[in-house]
């Protein structure tokens, strides 16, 4: 078996009645959630994210460059991210100075 080889040993199969049967209530791709990765070198470029999260998408955006390139630009961006968040009941959050995080109205962000 292919986990054995990863996990070593010990990996046991699973019965036919072992599994979890799971509910994708509301989703419209099929029970999968689309996560995308996407960077912000420029203002106009909060557009084509609001359009993922209007799409029902998790964005993991790499803000570095325009961090780097224009510190009030950046700030305009995640205002206008933050503001479309609040419409939709997403969620945002930085996770790490160089990346954020932005969520649909379905995905909430654990803060710890």
């Known amino acids: 078996m292919v986990f054995e080889k990863i996990f070593g040993g010990g990996m046991n199969e699973i019965g036919e009645d072992e599994y979890i049967e799971l509910d994708a209530a509301g989703g419209e791709t099929g029970g999968k959630v689309m996560i995308k990765t996407d960077k912000i ?20 955006v790499k803000v570095k460059n325009l961090r780097e390139k224009d510190i009030s630009e950046l700030k305009r961006a995640i205002d206008k991210l933050r503001k479309t ?11 790490d100075e160089d990346w954020i995080i932005v969520t649909p109205g379905f995905a909430h962000i654990s803060r710890a």
């Open 41 to 60: 070198e420029d203002f106009i470029d909060a557009d084509r994210i609001q359009k993922m999260l209007r799409e029902n998408s998790i964005v993991l």
């Open 85 to 95: 968040c609040i419409a939709m009941n997403g969620d945002i959050a930085a996770i």
